[in-house]
């Protein structure tokens, strides 16, 4: 079982960053694909973007493109978010989440959640 906690979420402005991260444990964490969905209110959860296991290939949803991205240190065992030039549509709970190929579309194992507002 893997369990997966992010942290980094909060209020800022828009046009400003913040970086989310995501500590997993209970695996081999090199072993794992990572990805990063959010969910407005309201809406469905939707895909940000994913990172390999190794970090050597990544891929963004077209509205983040240029603007966040995704980076991970396996020996720390976290994955993440940098999130830049924010706009109040980015505001979410933003999740991540683990899975065993990099291919998968729905991630075996999920986080929690971290809050992210930007305000206009």
């Known amino acids: 079982q893997v369990q997966l906690v992010e942290s980094g979420g909060g209020l800022v402005q828009a046009g400003g960053s913040l970086r989310l991260s995501c500590t997993a444990s209970?695996?081999?964490?090199?072993?794992?694909?990572m990805v990063w969905f959010r969910q407005a209110p309201g809406k469905e959860r939707v895909f940000v973007g994913k990172?390999?296991?190794?970090?050597?290939?990544?891929v963004y949803e077209d509205s983040v493109k240029g603007r966040f991205t995704i980076s991970r240190d396996n020996a720390k065992n976290t994955v993440y978010l940098q999130m830049n030039s924010l706009v109040p549509d980015d505001t979410a709970a933003y999740y991540c989440?683990?899975?065993?190929?990099?291919?998968?579309?729905?991630?075996?194992?999920w986080g929690q959640g971290t809050q992210v507002t930007v305000s206009s």
């Open positions: 209970g695996r081999t964490f090199s072993s794992l694909s």
């Open positions: 989440g683990a899975s065993n190929y990099f291919t998968d579309r729905i991630p075996a194992y």
């Open positions: 990172i390999s296991r190794s970090g050597s290939s990544t």
